[in-house]
């Protein structure tokens, strides 16, 4: 009985020392990059963590901008100057998928991701045609601004409160978010939490628009696919592992 207790804790010893090195590597491995079972389901990676291939200044271009690689992460570098400014747009049009992405802010930042947005001279900002997940530091934000639940980190920007309540990691810190639309149904998460969802095809959805001030554009929320475009932060923001798993 003593040599059989022995014999499963050392077998016991060996799983768990075996799932440490199974953590650490997890740990270790490199950003901006997919694993073979990503590769399998059908992720693509929409950042290579070395240039803004497949990214281009919204109604602009691939100019010069703003927008910059350094050291694996997509920034909104705030200390450029002489170049454009304005949202970072893809270059592909998605439909039906389940997108997630890691995000930092600076202190006090205030940014976003827009999709289903519609890229065309009439329209003079991303904004006004795509719904926001919204990027946020809150706690550097004041009370007033958060009470609502509309403008936390995490929400269907200014229309619905959060789903639940979660706070970003602090300012500079990676932060990790996921959103899936599924025919004009869009989910949103942070850190592993639902924040956000809405259906865009629903009477609801028309009455949240026009309680807010996105009324203002006609345009707006009505496009159930589109371009992924990241908000120009004066200050800074940063992105990385940015995929993209199309849903048929």
Known sequence: MKIKSVTIKISLFICFAFAIQIAKGQETLPHNILSQTEVKAGWMLLFDGKTTNGWHLYNEGKIKSAWAVKNGELICDPNTEKVERGDLVSDQIFTNYDFSFEWKISEAGNSGVFINVQEAPEFPTAWTTGPEYQLLDNANMSSDYLKSGKFSAGCVYSLSPL?????????????????????????????????????????????????SKLSNFPSFGKAIQGKIAFQDWSKGVALRNIKIREIL
């Not at 850190?191 to 259906?199: A, F, P, Q, R, V």
């Open 163 to 211: 789903a639940n309540e979660v706070q970003p990691n602090p300012a500079g810190q990676w932060n990790s978010s996921r959103i899936l639309q599924q025919n004009g149904v869009i989910t949103f998460w942070l850190n592993g939490i639902e924040t956000g969802h809405e259906d865009m095809k629903t009477d609801r959805w028309k009455q949240l628009i026009a309680a």
